[in-house]
């Protein structure tokens, strides 16, 4: 796969390095400035035309040459792809369907949009041959499927007009709702990387049973964000986003706090402006979460004692603050350093902060999770599991057990293991110590009471019979009635 990218990173430089529109456009301005030369001066053409001409012909050699290159590491990418992609994957297809009688055809052709497509269709439909093996994946009751797939990716990942325009030519119905759910969803992602807090609280606010009933920290880590930016204001101002956070400091939440705040103007300040914000930032809205954060709500109101910015750097909760630092310190500019040029100018996205994109991540999880659908996005799972390897390694077993005539005869397993991504193992596999089997849906793991796990075939051959019987790893006594099945 190393030589695969490296013929890709080749093909895609010399693609960059094409530059038509530069050399076209250096022509241009040498016919501009030719024209002027010679309506100021009729005499001046000849020379100057012979000079165009050596110019243009230098042009040309350089784009050909250049597309030359271009065309040569593409030829290589090619050939190297079928080299390495060489599997015959017909086995693991489904079977065909049925042959559909000549009155009623298997799908009717969608009309197309310009008349290009008109013969493009055409000669698609006349080179599938019988002999072609993919030519029950044409049919619509795949192909359906398969439109539907992609048109909900790409809605998921926010490319709406690519999604339409997918819709329209393929023939695929507009999934209107799924639409409308994740548009919901990505204008509340932005507001959270735009620093706009606002709507993911009454996002919060809206589905509080839901959160509650899975123990979410989405509410906790935007909570903490709010209170880290207030506890930072005094060396990084707020943005006007966050102006809704801050409460002024009353007596009663003077009288209240932990951390006591002065009460006269002539008074030496305990804490700075920006603490005291935080703190009564989190007398309003810290309570609901103190019972399950707790130790970490004390560690953050004692952060307080630390500031300014300055002094928290160097004091032992930097490490509690690490991500909320990083994403707050992207706005301090450097002693002597230019200051940047704002967003909008520069025309490039704002770096990625990384407090905001852990709420990005759970808040995503969460609003998926209200859906019903996956976290991931399935096209993207199904291609990484099966571009990265697997289908070509079982392809390849298929065609060795079948040469020697031996059939897998597990149901719902394979006959090889599969090396997959830590984010892509949805389920823990339990071996059982004693038979070290796998356990299965039949022989599944139980715990016994002393606390350690074995399978439900070993647990009954453990007992042989009797009521009670050791543990053999410890010296508990057991029984098959006390234990308990553990899912993984």
Same mark, same amino acid.
């Given at each position: !796969?190393?030589?695969?990218?490296?013929?890709?990173?080749?093909?895609?430089?010399?693609?960059?390095?094409?530059?038509?529109?530069?050399?076209?456009?250096?022509?241009?301005?040498?016919?501009?400035?030719?024209?002027?030369? =010679?309506?100021?001066?009729?005499?001046?053409?000849?020379?100057?035309?012979?000079?165009?001409?050596?110019?243009?012909?230098?042009?040309?050699?350089?784009?050909?040459?250049?597309?030359?290159?271009?065309?040569?590491?593409?030829?290589?990418? %090619?050939?190297?792809?079928?080299?390495?992609?060489?599997?015959?994957?017909?086995?693991?297809?489904?079977?065909?369907? #049925?042959? *559909?009688?000549?009155?009623?055809?298997?799908?009717?052709?969608?009309? #197309?949009?310009?008349?290009?497509?008109?013969?493009?269709?055409?000669?698609?439909?006349?080179?599938?041959?019988?002999?072609?093996?993919?030519?029950?994946?044409?049919?619509?009751?795949? @192909?359906?499927? =398969?439109?539907?797939?992609?048109?909900?990716?790409?809605?998921?990942?926010?490319?709406?007009?690519?999604?339409?325009?997918?819709?329209?030519?393929?023939?695929?119905?507009?999934?209107?709702?799924?639409?409308? /759910?994740?548009?919901?969803?990505?204008?509340?992602?932005?507001?959270?990387?735009?620093?706009?807090?606002?709507? =993911?609280?009454?996002?919060?606010?809206?589905?509080?049973?839901?959160?509650? &009933?899975?123990?979410?920290?989405?509410?906790?880590?935007?909570?903490?964000?709010?209170?880290?930016?207030?506890?930072?204001?005094?060396?990084?101002?707020?943005?006007? *986003?966050?102006?809704?956070?801050?409460?002024?400091? *009353?007596?009663?939440?003077?009288?209240?706090?932990?951390?006591?705040?002065?009460?006269?103007?002539?008074?030496?300040? @305990?804490?700075?402006?920006?603490?005291?914000?935080?703190?009564?930032?989190?007398?309003?809205?810290?309570?609901?979460?103190? /019972?399950?954060?707790?130790?970490?709500?004390?560690?953050?109101?004692?952060?307080?004692?630390?500031?300014?910015?300055?002094?928290?750097?160097?004091?032992?909760?930097?490490?509690?603050?690490?991500?909320?630092?990083?994403?707050?310190?992207?706005?301090?500019?450097?002693? +002597?350093?230019?200051?940047?040029?704002?967003?909008?100018?520069?025309?490039?996205?704002?770096?990625?902060?990384?407090?905001?994109?852990?709420?990005?991540?759970?808040? *995503?999880?969460?609003?998926?999770?209200?859906?019903?659908?996956?976290?991931?996005? #399935?096209?993207?799972? @199904?291609?990484?599991?099966?571009? %990265?390897?697997?289908?070509?390694?079982?392809?390849? =077993?298929?065609?060795? !057990?079948?040469?020697?005539?031996?059939?897998? &005869?597990?149901?719902?397993?394979?006959?090889?293991?599969?090396?997959?991504?830590?984010?892509?193992?949805?389920?823990?596999?339990?071996?059982?110590?004693? &038979?070290?089997?796998?356990?299965?849906?039949?022989?599944?793991?139980?715990?016994?009471?002393? +606390?350690?796990?074995?399978?439900?075939?070993?647990?009954?051959?453990?007992?042989? +019979?009797?009521?009670?019987?050791?543990?053999?790893?410890?010296?508990?006594?057991?029984?098959?009635?006390?234990?308990?099945?553990?899912?993984?």
């Amino acid at each position: !796969m190393d030589s695969l990218k490296r013929d890709y990173e080749k093909a895609a430089s010399a693609s960059d390095s094409l530059n038509e529109q530069e050399i076209l456009q250096n022509l241009i301005d040498r016919l501009q400035v030719l024209r002027q030369r =010679v309506t100021s001066d009729p005499n001046a053409f000849d020379n100057s035309l012979a000079s165009l001409a050596q110019s243009v012909r230098a042009s040309n050699a350089r784009i050909a040459e250049r597309h030359k290159e271009w065309q040569s590491s593409l030829t290589r990418l %090619g050939k190297n792809i079928d080299k390495r992609f060489t599997a015959d994957l017909t086995p693991l297809l489904p079977s065909a369907p #049925p042959v *559909t009688p000549p009155d009623a055809p298997a799908f009717a052709p969608a009309a #197309p949009l310009v008349s290009d497509l008109t013969a493009f269709n055409a000669h698609a439909s006349t080179s599938r041959s019988k002999q072609d093996p993919f030519e029950h994946m044409y049919f619509a009751s795949c @192909a359906d499927r =398969v439109n539907t797939v992609i048109a909900q990716h790409l809605l998921r990942q926010g490319h709406y007009h690519v999604a339409n325009s997918f819709c329209v030519e393929s023939r695929t119905p507009f999934p209107v709702q799924f639409e409308e /759910a994740f548009q919901k969803m990505h204008v509340i992602a932005d507001d959270i990387r735009n620093e706009n807090l606002r709507s =993911v609280l009454d996002w919060c606010q809206a589905h509080e049973p839901f959160l509650l &009933s899975r123990d979410s920290d989405l509410l906790f880590v935007t909570q903490r964000y709010i209170f880290a930016r207030l506890l930072f204001s005094d060396s990084v101002p707020l943005p006007d *986003t966050l102006a809704f956070a801050v409460y002024p400091v *009353t007596q009663d939440a003077q009288a209240h706090s932990v951390i006591r705040l002065p009460t006269r103007a002539s008074d030496k300040p @305990a804490i700075s402006n920006g603490a005291s914000l935080a703190l009564a930032y989190a007398m309003r809205h810290f309570k609901p979460l103190y /019972a399950r954060h707790h130790a970490k709500i004390a560690s953050m109101i004692t952060a307080a004692l630390f500031t300014p910015l300055e002094r928290l750097l160097n004091s032992p909760y930097y490490s509690t603050w690490l991500d909320e630092l990083k994403s707050v310190l992207q706005d301090v500019p450097r002693s +002597g350093a230019t200051p940047a040029p704002a967003e909008a100018a520069t025309g490039k996205k704002r770096r990625a902060r990384p407090a905001l994109q852990k709420v990005v991540d759970i808040f *995503t999880r969460e609003y998926c999770a209200r859906l019903k659908v996956s976290r991931d996005l #399935p096209l993207v799972v @199904a291609t990484d599991i099966g571009g %990265g390897g697997a289908l070509a390694r079982i392809a390849k =077993v298929r065609s060795v !057990m079948k040469e020697k005539r031996n059939e897998w &005869s597990q149901v719902e397993e394979l006959p090889i293991e599969i090396a997959l991504p830590s984010q892509y193992r949805f389920h823990s596999v339990f071996a059982c110590p004693v &038979s070290k089997e796998q356990a299965t849906e039949d022989n599944p793991p139980m715990m016994m009471p002393c +606390g350690h796990v074995v399978a439900k075939e070993s647990l009954s051959r453990l007992s042989k +019979g009797s009521a009670v019987f050791k543990c053999p790893y410890c010296p508990v006594q057991s029984s098959v009635a006390s234990a308990t099945r553990v899912h993984f």
